[in-house]
């Protein structure tokens, strides 16, 4: 079923350069959207902005006046914001009494506050046309506890939280707010943690020893499982579904 609202929508993607924020631009523009990538890797920005005919802004999202010029950029360059997709993110792995100041703290500068300054300077301008769509990527993650990722577990449960609120806040506006939150997705992230975890085949079995569930499908999920479920929740189909944390993470959290 084709989804509706999507085509020639202007709509803007955080951590559009590689991996879930790749796949989901991909998505979006194979439906007819208008886009606008945000990225801080520039150069692989530029390809994939070039490829798929999008706006490409070079943007630390931690950074209030960068944001806040990427946004009016993007209003002007789609001639209005339809949607946004938050996805830019980090993680960086390691047990909480060992982890340096610097990194907990990224987790926190860009996993929460740049997800809420992008979705502030956003929201003012769908407030104007009193509608819009904000879908943003959280985790799993943030409802169940994992080893060596308590910065991360305590971002995205932030993350998750602040657009609970926001929905709450900007739902008289006419704008939607939801979450979707992936489990282990094939990424260069989830490579990593892979490799620097020694996870391996325990992820999609479990593993007593770290606390961990595994996962229920027995697979980990394909960028497009959560692409998908990103577009439905931009598109006309979802209409009245707000506040809403759709889990897309093959069972792995056992509905928790």
């Known amino acids: 079923m084709e989804l509706q609202g999507i085509k020639d929508a202007g709509i803007i993607v955080t951590g ?49 006046a960068s944001v806040e010029r990427a946004i009016n950029g993007a209003a ?8 946004l997709v938050n996805i830019a993110g980090v993680q960086h792995l390691g047990p909480l009494i060992e982890q340096s100041v610097d990194e907990f ?24 046309i009193k509608a819009g769509s904000i879908v943003t990527v959280s985790s799993n993650a943030a409802r169940i506890p994992r080893v060596c990722q ?26 939607r707010v939801n979450t979707v939150a992936p489990g282990a997705t094939e990424t260069p992230m989830i490579q990593r943690m892979m ?18 569930t595994g996962v229920p499908l027995g697979r980990i999920a394909q960028v497009d499982d959560v692409a998908d479920a990103v577009a439905f929740l931009l598109s ?16 792995a959290t056992l509905g928790a």
């Open 16 to 64: 559009g350069a590689q991996g879930i924020g790749e796949g989901v631009a991909r998505r979006l523009a194979s439906g007819g959207a208008k886009l606008a990538l945000i990225d801080r890797q520039v150069e692989a920005l530029d390809a994939i902005a070039t490829e798929l005919g999008a706006h490409g802004f070079g943007v630390d999202i931690t950074d209030e």
């Open 195 to 212: 490799e620097g975890m020694g996870f391996g085949e325990a992820m999609l079995k479990g593993d007593l020893d770290n606390f961990r």
């Open 150 to 175: 308590g910065a991360y577990c305590a971002s995205k449960a932030g993350v998750s939280h602040l657009m609970r609120v926001l929905a709450l806040e900007l739902g008289p506006a006419g704008i």
């Open 76 to 83: 002007a360059a789609l001639g209005t914001i339809d949607g």
């Open 236 to 251: 006309d189909q979802s209409r009245y579904i707000t506040m809403h944390e759709m889990v897309v993470d093959g069972g």
């Open 105 to 128: 703290d990224a987790h926190f500068n860009v996993n929460l506050r740049g997800t809420w300054l992008v979705s502030r300077y956003v929201a003012r301008h769908m407030a104007k």
